[in-house]
């Protein structure tokens, strides 16, 4: 039995996978691991493609488009590698790129999933924006990386090339234990994609797992090839889904925490307004909406997750605002923010 899947989802990817799958086969050792191709009920060729060129590919045919996150959770119920791999179709794999994350979580059984140093297709030398060199979380619930803080992208030097524990673990490129994936519900299907990660990330560091970013593994994303950063379907999801986020993983103090990413996501919707992006300013307003409508079933979600919680306090999370640091103490490096996580102590 291998030990690992490689499980890449695709939808209408056919381009993406003539330019990506043969890396991924090329870098990937066959005597620890199989590649999947999970199709999310593809309308052009990239099934029959795969299945003619790449006879050892195995594809899993789900025959609708599920999304991102419920396409995977469909597609491993068909795994039995003891860990997977969720590799988007646009990352370039690197030589050797399973083998450090795959010797971490064989060495320590409490490491529930972890991420490569993600850096950018098109400036080599810069971190990506999807989880970069690890994903943290503010007490607000916004998401940053090591190296990356919104939108502003820092060059890599080696300055994180060390194994941290990490808040949660890119969606591009995340291992994990399939098991304790099937055990804990894998992605959640309503937030269809994006966010979805950092919410599975929060339940394994809620049940007592650790998240892990292992940069002597590298690979290269393109980003983007789903929604553009721009796209006012993904302003929509991102703003919606960080609430589904926030209600469904915070223990009582929810609502205080509510009230101030409600004026923060006022301010959003301002500065969309007079940046003349009324189409990503009214996906704000959507988001709201869509919140409370879901309300009564995230709740349900809530007391559940809740129920299973072990840990509350979770070490990780950053106890300050990224958006006070980044917007108004003008901070634009992750070692700035004086966090005790993912920063070399001996530097």
């Not at 999970?38 to 488009?65: A, H, Y």
């Not at 809620?206 to 379907?233: D, I």
């Not at 301002?270 to 995230?298: D, G, P, Q, R, T």
Request: net charge positive; hydrophobic share 40%; charged share 20%.
């Amino acid at each position: 039995m291998k030990l690992v899947a490689v499980a890449i989802l695709n939808w209408n990817g056919e381009d993406l996978l003539k330019k990506f799958l043969p890396i991924v086969l090329e870098n990937t050792s066959s005597e620890i691991a199989n590649v999947y191709v999970i199709d999310n009920g593809s309308s052009d060729n990239s099934v029959k493609f795969v299945r003619e060129n790449f006879p050892l590919v195995k594809v899993i045919e789900l025959g609708n488009n599920y999304g991102f996150a419920e396409g995977y959770n469909k597609g491993i119920q068909y795994l039995s590698e003891k860990y997977v791999i969720l590799l988007n179709s646009d990352v370039e794999v690197t030589t050797n790129w399973i083998v450090p994350m795959l010797e971490l979580m064989e060495r320590d059984e409490n490491i529930g999933a972890c991420q490569p140093k993600i850096l950018s297709y098109s400036k080599r030398s810069e971190f990506e924006y999807a989880g970069a060199c690890g994903g943290f979380i503010d007490k607000f619930g916004y998401p940053f990386c090591r190296g990356r803080l919104f939108n502003v992208f820092e060059e890599d030097f080696g300055q994180y090339d060390f194994a941290s524990p990490i808040f949660w673990a890119s969606g591009a490129c995340i291992m994990t234990r399939t098991e304790l994936y099937k055990s804990i519900g894998g992605l959640d299907a309503d937030f269809f994609a994006h966010m979805e990660e950092i919410d599975y990330c929060w339940r394994l560091w809620a049940r007592g797992f650790k998240v892990y970013c292992v940069p002597n593994s590298v690979v290269y994303h393109v980003g983007g090839a789903t929604l553009s950063k721009t796209n006012p379907h993904k302003t929509f999801l991102n703003f919606r889904n960080n609430l589904f986020l926030l209600y469904k993983n915070l223990p009582s103090e929810f609502f205080s925490v509510f009230f101030i990413r409600y004026l923060l996501d006022f301010i959003a919707f301002i500065k969309f307004i007079f940046s003349c992006e009324f189409n990503n300013a009214f996906s704000v307003i959507k988001a709201h909406y869509y919140f409370v409508l879901s309300f009564k079933k995230i709740k349900i979600k809530r007391k559940e997750n809740l129920s299973k919680t072990l840990i509350k306090n979770i070490p990780v999370i950053y106890k300050g605002s990224v958006v006070i640091e980044f917007f108004i103490k003008k901070k634009r490096k992750f070692n700035e923010l004086g966090f005790k996580y993912g920063i070399n102590k001996n530097s």
